[in-house]
C-alpha cells in the first residue's frame, strides 16, 4: 500500500479531524482524578464524539478481536491498548488517554498522559520525557527529512534520559483510513528509511519505558504492559508534512500547547 498524498481538499478535513481529537482530550482532563472509573471516562468521551462534535469513534469495534471501547486508557505498566473498565483510578496513577474521531470520513488521533492526584518525581519525569521525545520526533519532519531522522529524534531523547524505546509499536499514516503507511518507527537511523513528502500526513506517538523495551500482550488481544511491570508513557500527535516543514493537526484548542 503506498503513502497517501494528501490533497488540499483533504488536509484541510483532517484539520478539523485533528481539532476535534485535541478538543476532546482538553474536555476529558477535568474528570480525571482518584475514585473515577475509566468506564466513565470512555462513556464521556462516547458521548462527546457522537453528541457534541457529530463524529464517529473510530477505536469501537476496530480490529480482531474488535476492541470494544471508544477510547483506549493505559495505566502506569500499560504501554498502550488498555480497556476501559470498572476499577477506580487511584492517587499516584499516571494514565495515558488515546482517542480518534471520525469525522466526514477522515481520522483525527492524539493521545496525552493525565496524573492523577499527586504523582511520584519519577513518574512526572518520565511523562516529561517522553513529551520532549515525541517533540523531538516531530522537529524532524520536513521535506527531504527521513523516518529515520524522526525515529533518531525520539530515541536520542529517550535513551539519553536512560529510558528505553518500545520497538513493536509505532505511529503510522492517517487520513481516510484510520491505519495508512508508513509505519513511523520511534527508534533508527538517521539519513535513513522513506523520504518524507509535503501533504503526507502522520501520526507520531512514542512509547517509553522506565525499565526494558520488552512488552507482552494480555489475553484479551489488545493490552499491552512492560514485561518488568516498569512504568510507560506515551504521547501522540497528528503531523502534515508542509512545504516548508510541518504542522501539528491536533494542537489543544484550550491551550494551544502541543
Known sequence: MAVVI?????IEKMRIAGRLAAETLDY???????????????????DYHINVQGGIPATLGYGNPPYPKSCC?????????????????????ILNIDVTVIKD????????MFTVGEVSP?????????????MAGIAAVKPGATLGDVGHACQQVAESAGYSVVQEFCGHGIGRRFHEEPQVLHYGRKNSGLKLE????????????????HL????????????????????????LVTDSGHEILTVSPATQQP
Open 105 to 112: 470520513g477522515f481520522h483525527g488521533d492524539s493521545s496525552r
Open 73 to 93: 486508557t493505559s495505566i502506569n505498566h500499560v504501554i498502550c491498548h488498555g480497556i476501559p473498565d470498572d476499577k477506580p483510578l487511584k492517587n499516584g496513577d
Open 28 to 46: 476529558i482532563g477535568q474528570f480525571v482524578r482518584p475514585g473515577v472509573t475509566t468506564n466513565e471516562l470512555d462513556q464521556r468521551i462516547h
Open 6 to 10: 494528501k490533497t488540499a481538499e483533504e
Open 198 to 213: 509535503p501533504g503526507m500526513i502522520f501520526t507520531i506517538e512514542p512509547m517509553i519505558n522506565q525499565g526494558k523495551r
Open 216 to 239: 507482552r500482550v494480555l489475553a484479551d488481544g489488545w493490552t499491552v504492559v512492560t514485561k518488568d511491570r516498569s512504568l510507560s508513557a506515551q504521547w501522540e500527535h497528528e503531523v
Open 122 to 134: 519519577q513518574a512526572q519525569r518520565l511523562i516529561d520525557v517522553t513529551h520532549q521525545a515525541m
